[in-house]
């Protein structure tokens, strides 16, 4: 087994963007899921859950890239 190396300061930072990103997905998807569920036009109401899904897909990609980059920095 080789020995862990620090994390940079960018490294660091990027790891934190990670989690504000999934984290602002997350919300966006309460957002959206809030508005649809307000909505009385099925129309309407079509183009929020269009949102949320949208939100919810961006959100499994950046946990993706996430973990990929987790295993580059972060070997075990």
Known sequence: MSPHRSMT???MELFEAFKLAIESERTAQG???RMASLAGDPQVRAVFEGFQREEAEHEERLIQLYGEYKARCIPE
Do not use: H, S
Request: hydrophobic share 35%.
């Open 9 to 11: 300061d960018n490294e």
């Open 31 to 33: 957002a959206y899921a």
